[in-house]
């Protein structure tokens, strides 16, 4: 379902109805990036309750149960009446941990950018048996600008591991490498599931962050960079169907 993203969301919806109509008994659908799961409650009055929208329309069809990979936010869950399980990213990234860095108690942390990202940054920690810090960032609801108004002084020469589901435009994740890197973190590693936007990982590559590892959840053809390496999610969604 990204991008052209109503083209793919069309064709899964056609593709179902084709397959129920040559006799399919069972119609499981693998929803790898859930478009419009960012939207996940409504903000401000007047605005769309998108990914209960796009729920509602996939339950419509003859699908008789959904996998998805790292939602947004658990109320997405809830939406569903059919049968939906979450699979997650997490173990890749464990193991890209193993196999590539080196890192231990002392000289790495786990920060969660913000309230929504504790979950999955304290599961992360626990895996890796790394301790988590916390950010307070406060967002401007009509201009969208990103503020950090605390830093914890035991990051100050220390390694740091973000992890997040998503990002689009990139600004949260700038900001933050920023706020790590001017307060005197050293090596900056972000996990994430999805990069949304061509535009917004062009941006993250750009910053001061040393890597980032994404999932082909989302493809990008061609795209290659010094900072960046992206995980193949098929052992996971394989391990699933088996």
């Given at each position: 379902m990204s991008h052209p993203t109503h083209d793919n969301i069309m064709q899964m919806f056609l593709l179902a109805d084709a397959a129920k109509r040559s006799g399919a008994k069972k119609i499981t659908a693998i929803v790898p990036w859930l478009a419009y799961s960012p939207q996940d409650k409504v903000f401000r009055q007047g605005e769309p309750l998108s990914s209960k929208v796009l729920v509602s329309l996939l339950e419509s069809l003859p699908i008789n149960n959904f996998i998805l990979l790292d939602v947004h936010s658990s109320l997405i869950l809830d939406y569903f009446q059919k049968p939906v399980k979450e699979i997650s990213a997490?173990?890749?990234?464990?193991?890209?941990?193993n196999q590539n860095l080196t890192i231990n108690s002392?000289?790495?942390?786990?920060?969660?950018?913000?309230?929504?990202?504790?979950k999955r940054s304290s599961r992360l920690?626990?895996?890796?048996?790394?301790?988590?810090?916390?950010?307070?960032?406060?967002r401007d609801q009509e201009t969208g600008e990103i503020t950090y108004t605390r830093f914890p002084e035991e990051l100050q020469n220390k390694n740091v591991i973000i992890v997040d589901d998503y990002t689009s435009t990139g600004g949260t994740l700038v900001q933050a490498v920023e706020h790590l890197k001017g307060n005197g973190a050293r090596e900056c590693v972000c996990f994430l599931t999805y990069c949304v936007s061509r535009e917004g990982l062009d941006a993250v590559l750009k910053s001061r962050i040393n890597q980032l590892i994404i999932t082909n959840s989302i493809t990008y053809p061609d795209l290659k960079h010094d900072k960046l390496t992206i995980l193949d999610i098929s052992s996971l969604i394989a391990q699933e169907i088996l």
């Open positions: 997490l173990p890749l990234f464990q193991e890209y941990v002392v000289d790495w942390y786990v920060v969660a950018l913000d309230k929504g990202s504790i920690a626990k895996l890796l048996k790394l301790e988590i810090k916390n950010f307070n960032k406060k």
